[in-house]
């Protein structure tokens, strides 16, 4: 069992920058790809960003590619989303998600999640 607690979002402008934080309790933080998405108001859970359990592979959907980074600390069990460039469309509630494979785009393919958080990106 993985129970996974987000930190971070919130309210800001366009061109701002935020990031999301996910701790997640248990000693088997480090045996779980870890992946973020978002859904915004009206729409579908969105695939963003995926990291693999070492953390030396990543994959990002194409709308967030070279402004988005996603990272993990094993030592800390936490993985992070770092958000620059914001634009309105970045609008959404974020989560973060655990599952067994880092080529996981798919919310059927993770087993945990977070409680998610609002990030709000005004023009």
């Known amino acids: 069992q993985v129970q996974l607690v987000q930190s971070g979002g919130g309210l800001v402008q366009a061109g701002d920058s935020l990031r999301l934080s996910c701790a997640a309790s248990?000693?088997?933080?480090?045996?779980?790809?870890m992946g973020w998405f978002r859904q915004a108001p009206g729409k579908e859970r969105e695939f963003v960003a995926v990291?693999?359990?070492?953390?030396?592979?990543?994959y990002y959907e194409d709308f967030v590619k070279g402004r988005f980074a996603v990272s993990r600390d094993n030592a800390k069990n936490r993985v992070y989303l770092q958000m620059n460039s914001l634009n309105p469309e970045d609008t959404a509630v974020y989560y973060c998600?655990?599952?067994?494979?880092?080529?996981?785009?798919?919310?059927?393919?993770?087993?945990?999640w977070g409680q998610g958080t609002q990030v709000t990106v005004s023009s």
């Open positions: 248990g000693r088997t933080f480090r045996t779980y790809a």
């Open positions: 998600a655990a599952g067994y494979s880092y080529t996981a785009t798919k919310t059927s393919q993770y087993v945990y």
């Open positions: 990291i693999s359990q070492s953390g030396t592979t990543t």
